[in-house]
């Protein structure tokens, strides 16, 4: 069946550190692939998205590469700002499109 | 820009009191969902609805029953409500004709049961 697993947090980094949250997959086919960013006391938002393999999402200083081969797609920022606070989810869609399969989610910290 | 809109924002319910949290979108998407979010387990879905006429359980449907009142509007309903489903709610819509549609969420619902 169709999974994500995602780094358990939470994570604490200092203003200006490098970000790296991992996330793999299990699924058939070719899933689309997500990072949806929840800051507190709201909905979940789209970060950025891959469809296909080898694709790179990008936005807001994020990005996360469709690894195919390692089933994943790490989501990096080289210089975190404390606005970046947030809990952030790796996401899957099935083929059909009428699924979708969400981590547990990672809790970010940025410290000034 | 209202996107998929959801009420109340949050509620306060006895335990057996009955509710019913309503959901719309503006996106002319077909296929609308409903997640409940708990400390440490992410979204679980409760039910999801492909195109209007048609509902489906997901994950955790027991307690629970939906309506798809037309393309727009996705209600979800608890008919006695007991203090598990203490929870945030969160509905959410997608295009999904090809599987490389993004899903859109509300601002969520915060609803306790005591």
């Known amino acids: 069946g169709n999974s994500v697993t995602q780094m358990e947090g939470p994570v604490t980094l200092s203003e200006e550190a490098f970000l790296t949250i991992n996330c793999t997959y299990t699924?058939?086919?070719?899933?689309?692939l997500f990072w949806y960013v929840q800051y507190p006391g709201e909905g979940l938002q789209l970060l950025l998205k891959?469809?296909?393999?080898?694709d790179k999402g990008s936005n807001k200083g994020f990005e996360a590469t469709y690894r195919k081969e390692t089933t994943s797609f790490h989501l990096e920022k080289g210089s975190v700002q404390v606005s970046d606070s947030a809990v952030y989810f790796c996401?899957?869609?099935?083929?059909?499109?009428?699924?979708?399969?969400f981590g547990t989610g990672t809790s970010l910290t940025v410290i000034p | 820009n209202a996107g998929v809109t959801q009420t109340p924002k949050f509620q306060v319910l006895k335990t057996g009191q009955s509710m019913t949290l309503q959901c719309a979108q503006d996106?002319?998407?077909?296929?609308m969902y409903w997640y409940r979010q708990d400390p440490g387990m992410g979204l679980r879905l409760i039910y999801y609805?492909?195109?209007?006429?048609?509902?489906d359980k997901g994950e955790v449907p027991n307690g629970y029953n939906v309506s798809r009142l037309n393309k727009r509007e996705f209600s979800l309903r608890l008919e006695s409500a007991a203090p598990s489903q203490t929870s945030v709610y969160f509905c959410?819509?997608?295009?999904?004709?090809?599987?490389?549609?993004?899903?859109?969420f509300g601002e969520g619902s915060w609803l306790t049961v005591v």
């Open positions: 959410a819509s997608s295009e999904a004709s090809t599987g490389r549609n993004t899903i859109y």
């Open positions: 699924a058939t086919g070719y899933p689309s």
């Open positions: 891959a469809t296909k393999a080898d």
């Open positions: 996401a899957l869609s099935d083929l059909s499109g009428n699924q979708f399969y």
């Open positions: 996106m002319n998407h077909n296929s």
């Open positions: 609805s492909a195109s209007e006429g048609t509902t």
